[in-house]
């Protein structure tokens, strides 16, 4: 059932970033066109940009934990033996959850604080970059968790690839 709901988060998350990236192609695109062609610029092109920027990152960042695809030097853990090795992989997906918390809280008050700061060109709330901050790093925080309780899993001896082959997926 959880690998269900993971399935269809992945799915949500792949559809959202997909049309975040043809979003910000075609309104970059037209900025393009617009500057050199007609000579002219929109004002709520680089605001626009600049949040799904933030958006993409994000759950990109959330869609390679899930994936166990982050971005980590373990060539000489990897070279520990099984028990010490897998001892590691759950101090690390302890510090990614601690510093995950850390800035859930700053995000989550960015995003009360700003909630009636607008941009300047689209007058939308500020607090829309720091909803996705925090959406991304909620969805890391729920997925290293899952990461976790499969470490957890392995250093007890049970088999867990079937659950990794269906997250990677």
Same mark, same amino acid.
């Given at each position: 059932m959880?690998?269900?709901?993971?399935?269809?988060?992945k @799915?949500?998350?792949?559809i959202?970033?997909?049309?975040?990236?043809?979003?910000?192609?075609i309104? &970059?695109?037209?900025?393009?066109?617009?500057?050199y062609v007609f000579g002219?610029s929109?004002?709520?092109v680089?605001?626009?940009?600049?949040?799904?920027m933030?958006?993409?990152?994000?759950?990109?960042?959330?869609?390679?934990?899930?994936?166990?695809?982050?971005?980590?030097?373990?060539? @000489?853990?990897?070279?520990?033996?099984?028990?010490?090795?897998?001892?590691?992989?759950?101090? !690390? !997906?302890?510090?990614?959850?601690?510093?995950?918390l850390?800035?859930?809280?700053y995000?989550?008050?960015?995003?009360?604080t700003?909630?009636?700061?607008?941009s300047?060109a689209?007058?939308?709330?500020?607090?829309?970059?720091?909803?996705?901050?925090?959406?991304?790093?909620?969805?890391?925080?729920?997925?290293?968790?899952?990461?976790?309780? &499969? !470490?957890?899993?392995?250093?007890?001896?049970?088999?867990?690839?079937?659950?990794?082959?269906?997250?990677?997926r």
């Amino acid at each position: 059932m959880v690998l269900k709901l993971i399935d269809k988060v992945k @799915f949500l998350l792949r559809i959202l970033s997909c049309v975040t990236v043809c979003t910000l192609t075609i309104i &970059i695109g037209i900025q393009v066109v617009n500057r050199y062609v007609f000579g002219t610029s929109f004002t709520w092109v680089e605001e626009l940009a600049g949040m799904a920027m933030v958006y993409i990152t994000y759950f990109g960042a959330a869609m390679a934990t899930i994936n166990n695809s982050n971005t980590r030097i373990d060539f @000489f853990i990897r070279k520990l033996p099984g028990p010490v090795y897998r001892g590691f992989e759950i101090l !690390d !997906d302890c510090i990614c959850i601690a510093f995950l918390l850390v800035i859930c809280r700053y995000a989550a008050k960015l995003v009360g604080t700003n909630l009636n700061a607008l941009s300047a060109a689209m007058k939308i709330p500020l607090s829309v970059n720091y909803v996705g901050v925090l959406s991304g790093c909620v969805l890391m925080i729920i997925f290293y968790v899952l990461r976790l309780w &499969i !470490d957890v899993e392995k250093l007890r001896g049970r088999n867990m690839e079937y659950v990794e082959e269906e997250l990677s997926r």
